[in-house]
């Protein structure tokens, strides 16, 4: 599995870049990060399980710490942070982001919650 070689946090536009050993390189905005937390509050405890995140268009990333040689956690200024970001689950966030975005824009159309969007 790759490891990362960098981290990158772009706090104005609420992005994250992380570059990993194989040469892959994935960009990653912040609320992507948040509402796919891995954590058992955001996954449930079991397939299926996964709990929509809504109003998360705004948050951002206070603080990074690694978790021995193998995650991090990604403290969010919304107080969440118990997720714990394996090197093997940061790499496939950002290979399947694509996809992974579509889903969530999809479950809040049903949900029927309109995403804030930041003027440009």
């Not at 706090?11 to 912040?30: A, N, Q, Y």
């Not at 299926?48 to 809504?54: A, D, E, P, T």
């Not at 948050?59 to 978790?67: F, S, W």
Request: glycine share 8%; charged share 30%.
């Amino acid at each position: 599995m790759p490891t990362p070689t960098e981290f990158n946090l772009h706090r104005s536009s609420r992005v994250l870049e992380i570059s990993f050993d194989d040469g892959k390189h994935f960009t990653m905005p912040v609320e992507f990060l948040r509402v796919y937390s891995p954590s058992a509050e955001v996954q449930g405890h079991g397939p299926g399980q996964r709990v929509l995140q809504l109003g998360k268009e705004e948050v951002n990333i206070d603080r990074i710490e690694p978790v021995g040689n193998y995650a991090v956690c990604l403290f969010f200024d919304d107080e969440h942070n118990t997720g714990i970001y394996s090197w093997e689950y940061l790499y496939k966030l950002g290979e399947n982001q694509e996809e992974l975005w579509k889903t969530y824009l999809d479950e809040l159309e049903k949900a029927g919650h309109k995403r804030k969007v930041r003027p440009s």
